[in-house]
């Protein structure tokens, strides 16, 4: 097995518990992991909880945590998948000063045509929000920072995977 | 009709449940769970649980410890030997944090084990008040599972999901810590068992396929080996393994929590793997061709370097938890499952054999470690008593029949060493986490689970004090365990390691110690100490005749080491006899 760092989405279906996220990132500390993202949220399923977490660790690695992270009583499945096999988005948001808009033509055309969005204009800021890939993220944030920002923020990664999970079947089960 | 049907549920309804307090319910939980003993030490925030006890007490009996950490290792002590949920109780804060040390011993042993807590009123959580403590917080990491309970309507489920958890699957410790407000609180009471957790898998399925792939490697070995663990006994699966490794003519070597599954005497028996196992084993791990791991999980003790473990063999591996394979050691064949079943159905797909060449090695191999090793441990020539020598005393007038509770350290490897197991569930010590001051208070939790069977505790003169407090319990509740401590004044293994690796600079290693007589003896517990082996079979004696508590004190070599031994980082052929 290869001894060179992927890039992972993991994607963890679970029991929706206090504490489950205390258990799930115990098993990424004990290792010594960095969590590159994290985001929690509901699943297709009712009360079922999904949890996606990005990691940079060799595929020997990531197979011993998938199994440290299903043995959780409260998970149901967890699933691993390299970039290519998922579609993600990230998303962002920059406040920055409204007289930019005014005096800086050409941030117009950046935000037209990174496909952001102003979600608010007032006297003395304007907020931008983008979802895209995280080079599309990193390209729009290098180059507003010119301009300078006052706030940046930036989300977890979400996923879906190309193909259908194995899971979809017991979740099926389980909505009985 | 439909009117009918309504009276009739609610009439179904009154039945079953009645109006009691959170506090009760706990109780009365415990009691739908069969237990009839518990281990604990009150406080602030669990004391209206103990007040209920009060009025259990024909039912239920607890019993007071001298340390939270003592009523932990206690209630391992009495899964260990019972196979049944032991069953530990604190109060918040201090108390809560004291069963840490036994919580994380029974994770890493596989142990079940249901602890409660008392935690502040919750109205107070969050709020640093007095004896708050995040246990849940603090338990998630070393716990199977754990919840915090705020609302007495929650107890009966969180009680009846925890004995599930614990005692399923791999077993392990659960938590439970209860507000005090829950524990005041009342509500309709009714429990029903849990039966399953829907996110939870507890035993994998057998899958067909790998057993016939495994039956085929077994059938072709010319040289196998079987590695078995824990995971044997806690599947109560001794019959099914003995008639597999029978059939099939597989010498047989254990880990430290293997011990006992069968007996020491048994042919097949070839003797402990491991950093202070025996020579034969050792050095055939790396000469097999196909290695059978049977409920355990390959821990750094046993490999020794994993880059030369093995490397020439097959590995088989039947194993009840899925994130075990693949771990340490890369399987070829992995067969899921409960061990009893897996090997029940291994059996018949497996052809008779006995390897006798390959048997003669092991023989060979174990006449070399006699000659070098045990002879000199188990009949010394030289003036100092051995720890081998006790062992074997011991042996003898217990008839192999004991159970076996050791400490950490030096004595700890000589006794699984030496020790003589004619009943399965007979070698109770802290294997995982390596935990000094386990044996005294698992010795308690042991005597009490079994009364009928001779529980003898063995300690070193270090971790003997770690939790020597627990003479109280033994005391109070008159358990007739027998405490033999073998002093060599000093921490024994991490001298053993100071003089071959760090240049005998003895680091805080040297132990000044009391009169541990005089100690028993402040307990009303008959205790001798002897340092001539002239003494020892007079000694022994006295102590197995003795009908109540009896403490031992041996003082033995102060500089004897354990031998084979693996160093770390070494392969285990590597396993140096001197």
Request: charged share 25%.
């Amino acid at each position: 097995m290869s001894t060179e760092n992927i890039q992972y989405t993991v994607s963890i279906y679970t029991e929706n518990n206090i504490g489950l996220l205390n258990r799930i990132s115990a098993i990424f500390q004990r290792r010594h992991i960095n969590i590159e993202s994290l985001n929690t949220s509901p699943s297709e399923i009712d009360g079922v909880s999904r949890f996606t977490i990005v990691v940079n660790i060799t595929e020997s690695q990531m197979k011993k945590i998938q199994g440290q992270i299903e043995k959780q009583v409260e998970v149901i499945k967890a699933f691993y998948h390299t970039e290519e096999e998922i579609i993600y988005q990230e998303s962002c948001i920059f406040k920055m000063r409204s007289n930019l808009l005014f005096d800086e033509r050409q941030i117009q055309n950046i935000i037209k045509e990174s496909n952001a969005r102003i979600v608010t204009v007032n006297r003395d800021f304007f907020v931008i929000e983008k979802s895209g890939r995280k080079e599309e993220i990193d390209l729009l944030h290098r180059e507003l920072t010119v301009f300078g920002i006052m706030q940046f923020t930036r989300s977890g990664r979400i996923a879906v995977t190309k193909d259908e999970m194995k899971i979809s079947t017991m979740l099926k089960a389980l909505q009985h | 009709m439909k009117e009918t049907q309504t009276i009739q549920n609610k009439a179904k309804t009154t039945e079953t449940t009645e109006r009691i307090s959170g506090s009760e319910a706990v109780i009365k939980c415990l009691l739908a769970e069969g237990v009839d003993i518990l281990y604990g030490y009150p406080g602030g925030a669990i004391m209206p649980v103990y007040d209920e006890l009060y009025k259990y007490q024909d039912k239920i009996h607890h019993v007071l410890s001298r340390h939270e950490q003592g009523a932990a290792h206690a209630a391992q002590g009495y899964a260990r030997i019972s196979g049944k949920v032991g069953v530990a109780m604190a109060t918040s804060g201090p108390g809560a944090t004291n069963l840490i040390t036994g919580i994380a011993d029974a994770q890493i042993d596989s142990t079940p084990l249901v602890c409660i807590t008392g935690q502040v009123g919750s109205h107070l959580l969050g709020s640093d008040a007095f004896q708050e403590t995040d246990i849940v917080g603090i338990s998630t990491p070393v716990t199977k599972w754990n919840i915090q309970v705020t609302k007495a309507s929650q107890i009966p489920e969180a009680f009846a999901k925890a004995f599930y958890i614990a005692k399923s699957g791999r077993p392990g410790p659960v938590l439970i810590d209860i507000t005090k407000d829950a524990q005041f609180e009342e509500f309709d009471f009714k429990y029903e068992k849990c039966k399953g957790v829907r996110s939870y898998n507890p035993v994998p399925e057998t899958d067909e396929n790998s057993l016939k792939a495994a039956a085929e490697l077994i059938n072709n070995a010319k040289k196998p080996l079987v590695v078995w663990g824990q995971g044997v006994i806690l599947g109560k699966a001794e019959e099914e393994f003995k008639a597999v490794i029978e059939k099939a003519g597989l010498p047989s070597a254990w880990t430290i929590l293997g011990a006992s599954a069968i007996p020491t005497s048994h042919p097949l028996n070839v003797g402990m793997v491991g950093m202070h196992g025996n020579y034969a084993p050792n050095v055939l791990t790396n000469e097999c061709d196909v290695l059978i791991a049977i409920g355990m999980r390959f821990d750094d003790r046993v490999t020794g370097n994993l880059e030369t473990y093995a490397k020439q063999a097959k590995i088989v591996h039947f194993e009840i938890d899925p994130a075990e394979v693949d771990k340490n050691v890369q399987t070829d064949v992995a067969v899921l499952g409960d061990a009893k079943a897996s090997l029940k159905s291994l059996l018949p797909l497996l052809n008779e054999n006995s390897h006798n060449d390959w048997h003669q090695k092991f023989k060979d191999l174990y006449t070399i470690e006699f000659e070098k090793v045990i002879k000199n441990d188990l009949h010394p020539t030289k003036e100092g008593l051995t720890m081998g020598e006790v062992l074997n005393e011991i042996n003898l007038q217990t008839k192999g029949e004991a159970a076996i509770v050791s400490d950490v350290g030096q004595h700890q490897m000589i006794a699984c060493r030496y020790a003589e197991f004619n009943k399965t569930k007979s070698n109770i010590t802290s294997g995982g986490l390596g935990t000094m001051g386990f044996a005294l208070p698992a010795a308690i939790g042991a005597k009490m689970a079994a009364p009928d069977r001779e529980v003898v505790m063995i300690a070193g003169d270090g971790g003997y004090q770690m939790n020597i407090q627990e003479l109280g319990t033994i005391f109070q509740q008159k358990v007739p365990v027998k405490i033999v401590v073998l002093n060599n004044e000093f921490l024994g293994m991490v001298r053993q390691w100071q003089q071959l690796f760090f240049d005998k600079r003895y680091a805080s290693t040297e132990m000044v110690n009391p009169d541990f007589v005089a100690i028993a003896k402040g307990y009303h517990i008959e205790a001798q100490k002897i340092s001539n082996r002239k003494d020892l079979k007079a000694a022994v004696k006295e102590m197995i005749d003795c009908e109540g508590p009896y403490f031992l004190e041996v003082r033995v070599e102060k500089e004897d080491n354990v031998f084979p031994m693996i160093p770390t980082g070494a392969s285990v052929s590597d396993i140096r006899l001197e």
